[in-house]
């Protein structure tokens, strides 16, 4: 047992938090501090800066542009990330599809697409959910017909997050229909600017534009852009929704947000104190710092135990890290809205170019829809009550 | 013990009701709100012709005598349907100070444009740094010949925007936290020195911001002793937001559970799901807690001894609040991705109940409040 980080990785440490501060551009630390959206060119600007540094893809093998770190090295630079605040890496191209593209496609798919993902030159978005295949994520019906050298595609993906930046999606599409559901999958890389398909948002209850629905209306996808085998969609699926493990508890993103809710705790004024002084707010405030420190221990136990064993199987753990970790940002946004108080109501439109002074502190106008739109963290990802199922079975044996 | 109607009781919720049926399902509401008002002046006319906007008045000032019961029940259905009108602020609020606080004369010169719904109301008190204290009062009132002029900046003036009347509270003598010294005052909208900036808020309804510059007022009441009265009527307004609450919630439980009956996943419906079943029942429990504390709430509101009106009202306010934390936040999550947009009526109510829970005091404040009254007295 050793709690303290070794010299080497305290030198790691600095070195990325010195490298963050001088290139993270102040308009963007700024923006994600507050709690509102970064457009698609602020997030391009910041991979850029990492991609050039060579720390745009680090959890990546190394000969596809990684940087060969130990587990707790990554662990570290998310960390540092989250607490700058700067963005983190977009997880479609580098979390999700990039890994399946490396681990099953073919040396075309990873010579044409890889590259571009580390600078994100492509903008990936993620198509798997449909209207009637949420939880149930194998009953998903876009169909793909194999005509020539082509697939014809139909159907339709929903909630796909950012799909109206995207250059690509990657989409799940059903190619045997006869089959038992899982085994009848295809993972397909289609390109958005191909004729048939249609964007359409979704305007979320905190007013964002950050969910889609996408139609497919014979859309026709180069037999070449399949990844792996006919069929075996499925397999790729569990792998890609596996392969995030310890991001998914955001207890980096977390800690800079308490940080920042003392920060304006202190300016806040009940009566003749401050918020922060108030007793109710404090336990409340300690409570979820207690669950967030335990929360980091346990992510810490996963890592090391992977550190060890090498990445197995997908770790039922990773169910306890998305179940908490959810519950803590959401508790996170909810000390916030305590601390803001009345000054949670107004509405500033989200338009660009609004210059009315603020109602109430500056910062007041992003709280409630952050509350609002953190909702979504219990949701998505396989959702709480399906974590739940996972552990019940997986490691209960229920 | 009663908790039934009386005749008079059900005919008025019958008839807020069948009118919300008619013209306030949840597209129409998107259409009340599309308006240059923000919400709309039809629905306006239909409760002064349903007799609501004279609700809480005396009979001799041309109104029902409705009470604590009346203001629920209105307040209740107002909540299922997420009504966006300006009831709570011209009513509710600018109402409840009128009755209490107004001569006879000024009531009979504002009134009538009230319960016809000529005149709206809004009660401009709170200040930046004000919080949820009632007292920390900073806007100042001097003498001014026959009538005051006053001078300060009032915050989150709920439909301050809409208002042709607006009371505003203001300091004539005292500290800035005192009880004493602070007056209520009746100011035109447009009166010479009043500025005022409207905006939205988060859960679809309108606020403003009103700044006073020598602004000339007449004083209703005791411009020294208004502060038992701004007390009363908050406890008032708190009782009618649980009310509106409840009534969201209420809807809120039916849409979630009519959607367990309907959503399938894994071939079934999603309420075959034991751990779904009973989150619902979880909810279903709040909810009555909540009813609960809101009639309490209502029958107390008007009770003559302020220690334990407020007493019941704060306990009110911290049950209500707390149920509808967890009512809507698992109304959100049994919906999964659709319970997250703007086009589906549950993410609305969702909005509502964590608005309301940031009006009159959050479950901090009360909880304090009552833990300094010494409890809930049982
Ligand atoms: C903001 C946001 C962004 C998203 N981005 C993407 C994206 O980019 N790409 C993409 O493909 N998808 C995306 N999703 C979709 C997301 O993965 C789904 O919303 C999620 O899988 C849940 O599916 P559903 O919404 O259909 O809810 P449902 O599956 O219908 O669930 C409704 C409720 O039932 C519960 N439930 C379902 N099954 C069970 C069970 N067996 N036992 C107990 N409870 C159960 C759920 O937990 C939930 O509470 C996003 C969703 C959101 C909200």
Do not use: M, Y
């Given at each position: 047992m050793e709690l303290a980080f070794t010299k080497e990785e305290l030198a790691f440490r600095d070195e990325v938090r010195a490298f963050i501060d001088a290139n993270l551009p102040a308009r963007i630390r700024d923006k994600l501090r507050d709690g509102r959206h970064l457009s698609k060119e602020e997030i391009v600007e910041w991979t850029r800066i990492l991609h050039k540094k060579g720390w745009s893809v680090p959890k990546w093998p190394v000969e596809y542009g990684g940087c060969d770190w130990t587990p707790i090295q990554q662990y570290i630079f998310s960390e540092e990330l989250a607490a700058a605040p700067a963005p983190e890496p977009l997880p479609f191209g580098y979390s999700m599809v990039g890994p399946v593209i490396y681990t099953f496609g073919n040396e075309a798919q990873k010579k044409r697409f890889l590259p571009r993902i580390a600078d994100l030159s492509d903008w990936w978005c993620q198509g798997f959910s449909e209207p009637g295949a949420g939880s149930d994520l194998a009953s998903l019906k876009t169909r793909a017909v194999r005509e020539g050298d082509h697939y014809v595609v139909n159907g339709q993906k929903t909630w796909t997050t950012l799909a109206q930046h995207a250059d690509w999606i990657f989409c799940l599409v059903r190619?045997?229909?006869?089959?038992?559901k899982q085994l009848g999958i295809s993972f397909l890389l289609i390109d958005m600017k191909t004729p048939g398909i249609t964007v359409r948002p979704i305007q979320t209850i905190d007013g964002g534009h950050e969910i889609n629905e996408v139609f497919f209306d014979d859309v026709r996808v180069p037999a070449e852009n399949l990844v792996g085998e006919e069929n075996r969609g499925w397999d790729y699926a569990k792998f890609l929704l596996s392969n995030e493990r310890v991001g998914i508890a955001r207890v980096g993103a977390s800690k800079a947000r308490i940080r920042r809710i003392k920060e304006l705790a202190a300016l806040e004024r009940i009566g003749e104190g401050r918020v922060i002084d108030d007793p109710r707010f404090r336990a409340k405030l300690t409570e979820v710092e207690i669950e967030l420190k335990a929360l980091e221990m346990t992510q810490l136990r996963v890592l090391a135990s992977e550190a060890r064993n090498g990445k197995g199987k997908p770790n039922p753990a990773s169910s306890v890290l998305k179940i908490k970790g959810s519950e803590i940002q959401q508790a996170v946004t909810e000390l916030l809205m305590d601390v803001v108080g009345p000054y949670a109501l107004p509405r500033a439109p989200q338009e660009d170019g609004w210059n009315e002074p603020p109602v109430g502190p500056d910062w007041a106008d992003a709280v409630a829809p952050s509350y609002f739109n953190t909702r979504k963290v219990s949701i998505y990802g396989g959702s709480n009550e399906i974590q739940k199922n996972i552990i019940a079975k997986a490691i209960l044996g229920l | 013990m009663d908790f039934d109607l009386n005749e008079e009781q059900r005919l008025l919720k019958e008839s807020v009701d069948r009118l919300l049926l008619d013209r306030y399902d949840f597209e129409a509401r998107k259409r009340h709100m599309s308006g240059p008002e923000g919400w709309s002046p039809e629905i306006w006319e239909s409760f002064a012709e349903l007799g609501l906007l004279a609700l809480p008045f005396s009979e001799e000032d041309g109104g029902f005598g409705g009470g604590g019961a009346e203001a629920m029940l209105v307040m209740e259905s107002f909540g299922r349907a997420l009504v966006v009108e300006p009831y709570f602020a011209t009513v509710i609020l600018g109402g409840g100070l009128m009755a209490r606080a107004a001569s006879a004369e000024q009531r009979a010169r504002v009134l009538p444009g009230v319960i016809e719904g000529r005149t709206r109301l809004a009660f401009a008190h709170s200040e930046r740094q004000s919080r949820y204290d009632l007292a920390d009062v900073r806007a100042t009132a001097v003498r001014d010949g026959e009538g005051w002029k006053l001078n300060g900046d009032k915050t989150?003036?709920?439909?301050?925007?809409?208002?042709?009347?607006l009371i505003v509270s203001a300091r004539?003598?005292?500290?800035?936290?005192?009880?004493?010294g602070v007056g209520l005052f009746l100011v035109a909208a447009d009166a010479p020195g009043l500025s005022r900036r409207g905006y939205a808020t988060q859960d679809g309804m309108r606020a403003a911001e009103v700044a006073l510059r020598d602004v000339r007022a007449e004083a209703l009441g005791d411009p020294e002793g208004a502060m038992p009265i701004i007390r009363q009527v908050a406890d008032e307004a708190v009782a009618a937001l649980c009310a509106e609450a409840v009534g969201a919630m209420e809807r809120a439980h039916e849409l979630t559970i009519e959607y367990l009956k309907t959503r399938q996943q894994f071939g079934v419906?999603?309420?075959?799901f034991q751990a779904l079943q009973h989150r619902g029942a979880e909810m279903f429990v709040a909810l009555e807690q909540a009813r609960s504390m809101a009639m309490l709430a209502a029958m107390m509101s008007?009770?003559?001894?302020p220690v334990e009106r407020s007493r019941a009202v704060s306990g009110a306010k911290v049950q209500v609040d707390r149920s509808g934390r967890f009512i809507g936040q698992s109304a959100i999550q049994l919906h999964g991705g659709v319970g997250m947009t703007m086009e589906y009526a549950v993410g609305h109510y969702f909005k509502r109940l964590s608005m309301i829970e940031k009006t009159f005091g959050d479950i901090d404040h009360h909880l304090r409040l009552v833990s300094e009254a010494g409890g809930m007295a049982l």
């Open positions: 190619t045997d229909p006869e089959a038992k | 989150l003036v709920l439909h301050g925007d809409c208002a042709q009347q004539v003598a005292g500290g800035p936290r005192d009880e004493g419906h999603i309420g075959a008007r009770d003559p001894d």
